[in-house]
């Protein structure tokens, strides 16, 4: 401990560390919560690398807190989403990932989707991964 201030900075470090590794498990805990998302996952899991990204950021970004694939949670399940836009262009797919990255209203009901924590590149991937579900990929 020669220099408070390196120490101090330890110490940060170590809590940012700790607090990143708790997230981490918080959000795990609610992406596994679904059992029908895990089956899509299980089935992903076979079908897609891991280090595709989709795959992380389905994991990760708590989709499956109101989004199932065949029923609906808070949000209209994912099947359903997939069904209405299964004809999207590039436009209506780049609207979509919009309305995930920054929420949406209206679209569905009266329950209003808040703000992701999302890129719009990450929303997109994620979007163009539900609307294959009507494909009959997943
Ligand atoms: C807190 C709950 C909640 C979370 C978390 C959530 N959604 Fe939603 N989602 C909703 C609700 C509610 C709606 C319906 C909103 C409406 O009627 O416009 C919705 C609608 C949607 C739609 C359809 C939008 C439209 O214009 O028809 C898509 C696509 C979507 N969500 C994808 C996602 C993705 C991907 C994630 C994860 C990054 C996510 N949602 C996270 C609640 C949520």
Redesign the pocket.
Known sequence: MSDPIIFKKKIITVVLVICVLLQFGFLGVIAFADDEVNEVIRKVDSTMNVNDPVYS??KT???????AVDHT????P?RA?SI??KDADDTQIR???K??MY????????????A???TLS??EL??R??LRLSHGEL
Request: with cysteine.
């Open positions: 950021l389905f970004k708590r989709c499956s807190m109101c989004h949670l808070i949000g209209p994912f989403i209405r836009y609207t979509l990932a309305t995930v929420g949406g209203i209206r679209n569905w009901g009266e329950v209003p989707m808040p992701n924590s999302v990450e929303a994620l979007v991964w539900i």
